[in-house]
C-alpha cells in the first residue's frame, strides 16, 4: 500500500521533498506494516510505531503520523478500508514547539487584536500584520504580495515558486477575515502592484517594519511576526488537524 500511495503522490512533491516522505516510510512504517493487510492495521498496531518514532526526535514521530494519516485516506478513497484510525490517536504524540520563535498565548492573541484596532500608523502596516495572523504565511511573502496573485473568487492566494522559499508554486486558502481585509485595503493600494508597498513608491514594504509595528505592540520581546506560524502549528496540532495538511499550508513541503 505505501508503494502505490508513494507512485500516486510523487508528482506532487520537490524532489527533496519526496525523498525525506519515501525515507521516513520505509525506515519506520514498510518494515511494521507492508506484509500486513491494512484491513488489519488499526491503533493498537499504530501506537508503538509511533511512540519509536518520537523517540528517534519529536518531529519524527509528527511527520510519521501525517504520512500514515495520509496512506490511510489513500486507502480510504479507493474503498479499501472504511475508516482512518489516526485521528482517534490524538494526543499521543507531544506537539515540539520551536525554541527559536514564541508560541502565542491567548492572552497575546487578545492584546495583539486591541493593539491593532488601536494601531495610529499606517493602516496597511495593520492589515499586513492580520494577514499573516490569518494565513500563517512568512513575513517576507506578505510584504511582496502582489495583486495578482489573489484569486477573490476562488478565495485563494497563488504565490509563484520564484517567491517561495522552497522554490515551488503555493496555493494557501483565504477566510471570510482574510477576503474582507483585502477588500478595506483595496481602495488603499489596490492601484499598486503590491499590496503593500513601500512609501518611498519603489518596491514592497520591509519585513522590519512589520517587525517594527509588532514589537511597539509590547506583546513580549519574542514576540514577531514570524511567531504566528508557529503559532498556527501548534494549534493546529493540538486540535487534532491532519500534519501533513499543517505542513503543506506552511510551505514545508
Known amino acids: 500500500m505505501s508503494a502505490a500511495y508513494l507512485a500516486k503522490v510523487r508528482p506532487d512533491y520537490s524532489l ?12 519506520y512504517l514498510a518494515p511494521k506494516f507492508d506484509e500486513l493487510p491494512i484491513t488489519e492495521i488499526g ?32 486507502a480510504v478513497i479507493r474503498g ?17 514547539v520551536s525554541q527559536s520563535k514564541a508560541v502565542l498565548t ?10 491593532l484596532l488601536a494601531y495610529r500608523g499606517y ?11 490569518l ?7 506578505a510584504a511582496d504580495a502582489e495583486w495578482s496573485e489573489f484569486d477573490i473568487e476562488a478565495k485563494l492566494w497563488r504565490r509563484p515558486a520564484a517567491k517561495m522559499k522552497a522554490r515551488r508554486d503555493h496555493v494557501s486558502p ?11 485595503l483595496r481602495p488603499i493600494t489596490g492601484a499598486a502592484q503590491y499590496l503593500f508597498p513601500h512609501r518611498s513608491g519603489k518596491g514592497f514594504t520591509t519585513p522590519t517594519r512589520l517587525s517594527y509595528a509588532m ?32 505542513e503543506r499550508q506552511l510551505e514545508h513541503f
Open 16 to 27: 527533496g521533498s519526496f525523498r525525506a516522505k519515501e525515507s521516513r516510510i520505509r525506515k
Open 43 to 74: 491503533a493498537k498496531e499504530i501506537r508503538p510505531v509511533l511512540e519509536a518514532c518520537e523517540a528517534h526526535g519529536a518531529w519524527a514521530g509528527i511527520h510519521v503520523k501525517g504520512d500514515l494519516s495520509a496512506i490511510f485516506q489513500y
Open 80 to 96: 479499501l478500508v472504511d475508516s482512518n484510525p489516526i485521528p482517534g490517536l490524538r494526543g499521543l504524540l507531544r506537539i515540539p
Open 106 to 115: 491567548a492572552d497575546q492573541i487578545r492584546a495583539f487584536c486591541r493593539a
Open 123 to 133: 493602516p496597511e502596516t495593520a492589515i499586513c500584520l492580520r494577514l499573516i495572523s
Open 135 to 141: 494565513t500563517a504565511c512568512r513575513p517576507g511573502e
Open 174 to 184: 483565504l477566510s471570510i477575515q482574510a477576503l474582507k481585509l483585502l477588500e478595506g
Open 215 to 246: 514589537r511597539d505592540m509590547n506583546l513580549g520581546e519574542r514576540a514577531t511576526p514570524h511567531c504566528w506560524r508557529t503559532t498556527f502549528s501548534t494549534w493546529a496540532n493540538e486540535q487534532g488537524f491532519r500534519p501533513d495538511a499543517i
